[in-house]
């Protein structure tokens, strides 16, 4: 990612792809190489955030869910927020169900876990 690497939700990704195109745009001076780049990685972008916010609204307790490499389980689901507790280092964080995001530290993203069977 050159130009959406830092972006964390989906409106800031769609704020910075309007100033970017404003910059790029071949109809005012832009590169047209340039302009197919920047829309091309938005697309990728726009794509895992809308992934993340279906994945994630139908999460229920006892899900497993990926946090920065480390299996965690749902153990309390809101509207619009979900929590986790590591099974490694039991350690409880609370994550946005748009977009998977620790809403105490953006450092951290859940995933979706599918591939382990519970035990």
């Known amino acids: 990612m050159k130009y959406f690497n830092r972006v964390s939700s989906l409106s800031e990704l ?4 309007r100033r970017l195109a404003m910059l790029n745009h071949p109809d005012i001076g832009g ?4 302009m197919m780049e920047i829309n091309s990685e938005y697309e990728i972008v726009k794509r895992r955030f809308l992934a993340y916010k279906q994945k994630f609204g139908q999460v229920s307790e006892g899900d497993l869910v990926m946090v920065n490499g480390s299996i965690s389980e749902v153990i309390q689901v809101s509207p619009d927020r979900f929590k986790v507790k590591s099974t490694y280092s039991y350690r409880i964080a609370e994550f946005s169900k748009l977009d998977g995001i620790c809403l105490s530290n953006p450092k951290f993203i859940a995933t979706p876990y599918k591939s382990i069977q519970r035990w």
């Open 31 to 34: 590169d047209v190489s340039v």
């Open 14 to 17: 769609k704020l910075l792809h």
